[in-house]
């Protein structure tokens, strides 16, 4: 068994920054401010032929209220769920009684617990380690989280208990002071089909992923930018793998003016493109508004599989809902591929019917198909509505072949290639998604010409076949004057 380390603390100890030192990723936003982590974050860690799973979590200050008495919920559990927790605190700043708060409960709890000191550069560590022994949690472990100080001796404590991985190759894997982060990467097949949530601030994007999880596992309030980091929760349904991956909604540029936001927008765009399938979520009683075009440009172009969800249906009059339906048949008609699930996120309505949207997207972008079925298709597409003339020439389309999946690349040899219009082409999207059955992924159309590789290489004669040549020249302007003599 795997085990299951949190990070807990009280705000801006250095928790997130640990997180990626350990993780070797940069998955956790990190700023000089405050309260930037908000949900449980999980990433997976090997040091020295031990694997183990790290929790990031909020701070604790023990007098939270809203949203930031949902993070403290966020943290204890994690705790709950952790075989060992280490709880930070701020060498610099000292003990403070959010400290003692936390160490107090560590102990009711009775949690395996190590007190580690982060931010021990530039300071004696011994007077500052010293001044945390009223908490009774023992001798605190002093690092430097930022420059991976102490770290090593860290996870020596830590996990030493327990055992080193099986069937695993020892691989020195000490996190070495100012080493630069580097992601290292897992089996695909592990995380099943990765499904981001996308769409504009409040729309309901963390409400949609706990209706599908079944549990309150990100912060949902009543408040645009609540979700700040990418989270990728894996999980499974009728014994099928999913990673859901909850997403900050994404605002147009003239509106982002916190760093932070900026940090968030880049994360999103980053999981769109780590993604396999996208459930885009409108807000319904908003109905499609322009930068929800954007977004979804945006995800067309990194090439995922799409699916559209209306939340907030309920509740709506039947002449509302025969407006945002005209809306979407008029302004989404670049995604008509795309299945469109009508939903409630808070009640659930429909939310159970994604699944099978999401399952028929990603087969469409994933399969492959012979040579000889695509080049069949593309024969009868000429047949019936051939290629049009340019300059007088025909052009020729010869066979079909698949360039790459998710999504599905289909590369076509002919002549003329780059005169062939962009209507022809779409004509052949069509009739690929058409004959194929595809949903839910785009297509994309790429030519290569048939030009002769050797067009313009001339071969250099050797000394011998130039004299030949020259020979050959004599002769035949020798032949040609006896013929002109004999006349």
């Excluded at 339906?325 to 994604?354: M, W, Y």
């Amino acid at each position: 068994m795997v085990p299951v380390i949190a990070l807990v603390g009280r705000p801006n100890v250095g928790k997130s920054t640990m997180f990626n030192r350990l993780t070797r990723t940069r998955d956790a936003i990190v700023g000089d401010l405050s309260g930037l982590t908000r949900d449980r974050q999980y990433g997976e860690a090997r040091w020295q032929g031990r694997s183990y799973i790290l929790v990031d979590t909020g701070g604790i200050s023990g007098d939270e209220h809203g949203m930031d008495e949902k993070m403290a919920e966020q943290s204890l559990l994690a705790i709950e769920e952790a075989d060992v927790v280490l709880f930070l605190v701020d060498a610099r700043a000292g003990l403070t009684a959010a400290d003692q708060m936390i160490s107090e409960h560590l102990r009711k709890r009775n949690k395996r617990s190590f007190l580690v000191a982060n931010k021990i550069d530039n300071i004696d560590p011994q007077i500052a380690i010293a001044e945390f022994s009223p908490l009774g949690m023992g001798n605190a472990i002093g690092v430097a989280g930022a420059q991976g100080r102490g770290v090593n001796n860290l996870l020596e404590v830590v996990l030493s208990d327990f055992p080193r991985d099986k069937d695993e190759e020892e691989i020195d894997t000490d996190v070495a002071e100012g080493e630069e982060a580097v992601r290292i990467p897992g089996p695909s097949e592990k995380d099943g089909i990765k499904i981001a949530i996308i769409g504009r601030p409040n729309v309901g994007k963390s409400t949609l992923v706990n209706r599908m999880l079944g549990e309150d596992r990100v912060i949902v309030y009543d408040q645009p930018g609540t979700t700040r980091d990418s989270i990728y929760i894996p999980f499974e349904r009728n014994e099928e793998k999913y990673t859901l991956i909850d997403t900050a909604g994404v605002r147009k540029r003239g509106k982002i003016h916190e760093e932070v936001e900026k940090f968030s927008v880049v994360k999103t765009l980053q999981a769109i493109k780590d993604a396999n399938v996208v459930i885009f979520v409108m807000d319904a009683r908003e109905g499609v508004v322009d930068h929800d075009l954007n977004l979804l440009g945006f995800a067309l172009e990194a090439g995922r599989a799409i699916v559209i969800a209306l939340n907030k249906w309920d509740g709506m009059q039947p002449s509302e809902r025969d407006y945002v339906k005209t809306e979407l048949e008029r302004r989404l008609f670049f995604v008509d591929f795309a299945d469109i699930h009508f939903i409630s996120a808070l009640h659930g309505t429909g939310v159970g019917n994604l699944y099978q949207s999401v399952q028929n997207s990603f087969k469409s972008a994933v399969t492959r198909w012979p040579t000889s079925r695509l080049t069949q298709i593309l024969e009868d597409a000429i047949s019936d509505h051939q290629p049009p003339m340019v300059n007088g020439r025909r052009i020729k389309l010869r066979y079909a072949h698949l360039g790459g999946a998710n999504p599905p690349i289909i590369v076509i040899h002919g002549n003329q290639v780059e005169k062939v219009p962009k209507s022809y082409s779409r004509y052949l999207e069509n009739t690929y998604r058409r004959v194929l059955k595809l949903v839910g992924t785009p297509i994309r159309i790429e030519y290569k010409g048939s030009d002769n590789p050797y067009e313009g290489n001339k071969n250099t004669l050797t000394d011998r076949q130039v004299n030949k040549k020259r020979r050959l020249m004599s002769h035949h302007k020798k032949a040609e004057k006896k013929r002109k003599d004999k006349r």
